[in-house]
């Protein structure tokens, strides 16, 4: 079984910063893509940024440019640098291991509001 781990989420003003991590423990043997993905209320859940194993990474547009993800594979972890924050970036941040089926962690909110 794998279990993913996110933390960082918060309460934070218009134009500010976030930084949420993802840590994966488990039955991990290889290094695989890595996601964040976000819930509003009342809306699907959507892909914000993912990174290869290699490193290659791809964002959504409403986030490019104000959002960086990386990644540690000796930690098996994976994080969201999220920057000039805006109200609609306000959702539960989920972070998924793209194996198999999938794995997600429980999810970290994040409001963003004056």
């Known amino acids: 079984q794998v279990q993913l781990v996110e933390s960082g989420g918060g309460l934070v003003q218009p134009g500010g910063s976030l930084r949420l991590s993802c840590a994966a423990s488990?039955?991990?043997?290889?290094?695989?893509?890595m996601g964040w993905y976000r819930q509003a209320p009342g809306k699907q859940r959507e892909l914000v940024a993912i990174?290869?194993?290699?490193?290659?990474?791809n964002y959504a547009d409403s986030v490019k440019g104000r959002f960086t993800i990386s990644r540690d594979n000796a930690e098996n972890s994976v994080y969201l640098q999220m920057n000039s924050l805006k109200p609609e970036d306000t959702a539960v941040y989920y972070c998924?291991?793209?194996?198999?089926?999938?794995?997600w962690g429980k999810g970290t909110l994040v409001t963003v509001s004056s």
């Open positions: 990174i290869s194993s290699g490193g290659i990474t």
């Open positions: 998924k291991l793209h194996y198999g089926m999938g794995y």
């Open positions: 488990g039955s991990i043997r290889s290094i695989y893509t």
